[in-house]
């Protein structure tokens, strides 16, 4: 059949010929990711510390991930981490072969493992999950869509976790196909959705929904030029969201729009110079004045592109490409951003050198953006990090890769601090820390910002010194 889909190595859309898979991400190859396993040695600390604040270093690590049983293609489309918690939640799709329709994919990090959640599905449907946010650990929204085979109509799927169990819920239509690609979630009672439609013409328009807490309620969104769709949004409160994607009238040329809790109202989006035109895949905002969205731009050869909100206007931030970018067969794309702050985000991005699809990451410390150092699962062939979701300690990416074995397996990455030091906050005493390094009282310890109950551990060094003195 011939569907309208984003490819998972490339977020234009355009039309291709499969047989039964309905992605806006495409088809990705590959099997099981490797299991890295790190020590750890509790110990409690003597008395409170006073930690100082200083710039941090991180490395990634592949997370091991299950694929639903009896499936050759599974895939993670986007994730949703809760701050102050250890919790994050990743959706997707996966099919048992390219012949046979796809389910909806779910899977939660509880701090340890990933494992996957029971998630329902339309009857007669082809159903892929694009976007999830979780505004609580008991609470997450995901959106995306279902194909009906029998008028081959495509219509937007919802579905809410009460932190027991999936539930569908109902959504509105326009024409014959509809499609959300993502969602941002404030509280329980109010979510921001964001996608396109298909118009009487057959051309695409951006189109946007809200959650009240019942009920999925249509709005208008502004179609400045010939066709448009979102791709990307995030909302710092129901009265403030920024969505982001593309629109072409000849051109494709960035897309961004902003809702003030009445209407949306279009925001001129930048291109570089010497671009002919980009758009911008992902955002994401800490406030009304502060958001970062990403993307690529047409310059020769495509490259990366970073756009900061400062309240009034979108500029663009220099960003990094992998030092292969040139021998790329497309674009090289952030496709997904998460900030914490004005002086911290981090990208996911993707590109094919040499024609194999690979992922990177960049990481903005307010000053700028620098690329990251990222590992590879056992026997990797092709990927790519299509999501990313930060808390103000940690970052989870996911997507899918390629190996022999399997034609697509989900992938999921997070990054370790390795020398973070916590701004003025004290460590109670007789709490526990695993991981990175940290000056705590002229004592090296080591710290894991994983955990929200931080525990102090010294590091051997120091447990030498002590015993000599002792």
Same mark, same amino acid.
């Given at each position: 059949?011939?569907?309208?889909?984003?490819?998972?190595?490339?977020?234009?859309?355009?039309?291709?010929?499969?047989?039964?898979?309905?992605?806006?991400?495409?088809?990705?190859?590959?099997?099981?990711?490797? +299991?890295?396993?790190?020590?750890?040695?509790?110990?409690? =600390?003597?008395?409170?510390?006073?930690?100082?604040?200083?710039?941090?270093?991180?490395?990634?690590?592949?997370?091991?991930?299950?694929?639903?049983?009896?499936?050759?293609?599974?895939?993670?489309?986007?994730?949703?981490?809760?701050?102050?918690?250890?919790?994050?939640?990743?959706?997707?799709?996966?099919?048992?072969?390219?012949?046979?329709?796809?389910?909806? @994919?779910?899977?939660?990090?509880?701090?340890?493992?990933?494992?996957?959640?029971?998630?329902?599905?339309? =009857?007669?449907?082809?159903?892929?999950?694009?976007?999830?946010?979780?505004?609580?650990?008991?609470?997450?929204?995901?959106?995306?869509?279902?194909?009906?085979?029998?008028?081959?109509?495509?219509?937007?799927?919802?579905?809410?976790?009460?932190?027991?169990?999936?539930?569908?819920? =109902?959504?509105?239509?326009?024409?014959?196909?509809?499609?959300?690609?993502?969602?941002?979630?404030?509280?329980?009672?109010?979510?921001?959705?964001?996608?396109?439609?298909?118009?009487?013409?057959?051309?695409?328009?951006?189109?946007?929904?809200?959650?009240?807490?019942?009920?999925?309620?249509?709005?208008?969104?502004?179609?400045?030029?010939?066709?448009?769709?979102?791709?990307?949004?995030?909302?710092?409160?129901?009265?403030?969201?920024? =969505?982001?994607?593309?629109?072409?009238?000849?051109?494709?040329?960035? @897309?961004?729009?902003?809702?003030?809790?009445?209407?949306?109202?279009?925001?001129?989006?930048? +291109?570089?110079?010497?671009?002919?035109?980009?758009? *911008?895949?992902?955002?994401?905002?800490?406030?009304?004045?502060?958001?970062?969205?990403?993307?690529?731009?047409?310059?020769?050869?495509?490259?990366?592109?970073?756009?900061?909100?400062?309240?009034?206007?979108?500029?663009?931030?220099?960003?990094?490409?992998?030092?292969?970018?040139?021998?790329?067969?497309?674009?090289?794309?952030?496709?997904?951003?998460?900030?914490?702050?004005?002086?911290?985000?981090?990208?996911?991005?993707?590109?094919?050198?040499?024609?194999?699809?690979?992922?990177?990451?960049?990481?903005?410390?307010?000053?700028?953006?620098? &690329?990251?150092?990222?590992?590879?699962?056992?026997?990797?062939?092709?990927?790519?990090? &299509?999501?990313?979701?930060?808390?103000?300690?940690?970052?989870?990416?996911?997507?899918?890769?390629?190996? +022999?074995? &399997? *034609?697509?397996?989900?992938?999921?990455?997070?990054?370790? &601090?390795?020398?973070?030091? $916590?701004?003025?906050?004290?460590?109670?005493?007789?709490?526990?820390?695993?991981?990175?390094?940290?000056?705590?009282?002229?004592?090296?310890?080591?710290?894991? $910002?994983?955990?929200?109950?931080?525990?102090?551990?010294?590091?051997?060094?120091? @447990?030498?010194?002590?015993?000599?003195?002792?």
């Amino acid at each position: 059949m011939t569907l309208n889909t984003r490819s998972a190595f490339g977020r234009r859309l355009r039309t291709i010929r499969l047989r039964s898979v309905h992605t806006r991400k495409g088809l990705l190859i590959g099997t099981g990711p490797i +299991v890295l396993l790190v020590g750890v040695m509790p110990i409690a =600390a003597p008395g409170g510390a006073d930690v100082n604040s200083r710039s941090a270093a991180r490395t990634w690590h592949v997370q091991p991930t299950p694929n639903p049983s009896g499936t050759e293609i599974s895939g993670l489309s986007s994730i949703s981490c809760v701050p102050g918690t250890t919790r994050c939640t990743a959706v997707g799709s996966s099919s048992r072969t390219l012949s046979t329709i796809t389910r909806t @994919l779910a899977e939660r990090w509880d701090g340890v493992h990933w494992r996957i959640q029971p998630i329902p599905t339309p =009857a007669g449907t082809s159903d892929t999950l694009y976007g999830v946010s979780c505004p609580s650990a008991s609470v997450c929204m995901t959106v995306g869509t279902a194909f009906h085979s029998s008028n081959r109509h495509t219509t937007p799927l919802t579905e809410v976790w009460n932190g027991k169990s999936w539930r569908v819920l =109902a959504s509105p239509t326009v024409g014959s196909r509809t499609q959300l690609n993502a969602i941002s979630c404030t509280s329980a009672t109010w979510c921001e959705a964001v996608g396109l439609f298909d118009d009487s013409t057959g051309k695409s328009q951006a189109f946007a929904e809200w959650w009240n807490g019942s009920t999925w309620h249509a709005q208008t969104a502004v179609r400045p030029v010939n066709s448009s769709m979102f791709t990307g949004v995030s909302c710092f409160n129901p009265h403030a969201c920024f =969505a982001v994607g593309s629109q072409s009238d000849g051109d494709t040329r960035p @897309l961004t729009q902003w809702w003030n809790g009445a209407r949306w109202l279009v925001r001129a989006a930048p +291109v570089p110079t010497g671009a002919n035109g980009g758009y *911008l895949s992902a955002v994401s905002c800490t406030s009304p004045s502060a958001c970062t969205a990403t993307g690529t731009d047409f310059r020769p050869g495509g490259v990366t592109l970073a756009e900061r909100w400062n309240g009034t206007s979108w500029r663009i931030q220099p960003t990094p490409n992998p030092s292969d970018w040139k021998s790329s067969f497309r674009s090289v794309e952030l496709d997904g951003v998460s900030c914490t702050s004005t002086v911290a985000c981090t990208a996911s991005g993707e590109y094919a050198p040499a024609g194999n699809a690979d992922y990177f990451i960049e990481r903005w410390n307010g000053g700028g953006w620098r &690329l990251e150092t990222t590992q590879r699962p056992g026997g990797f062939m092709h990927g790519a990090l &299509l999501a990313i979701s930060c808390t103000v300690t940690r970052c989870s990416a996911v997507g899918a890769y390629t190996r +022999v074995s &399997l *034609l697509q397996s989900t992938l999921a990455m997070a990054d370790r &601090l390795t020398s973070h030091y $916590l701004s003025r906050s004290r460590l109670r005493p007789g709490t526990m820390m695993i991981g990175g390094l940290a000056s705590v009282s002229g004592q090296n310890a080591w710290l894991d $910002l994983d955990v929200s109950d931080f525990t102090l551990v010294p590091c051997l060094e120091d @447990l030498r010194r002590q015993s000599r003195k002792d």
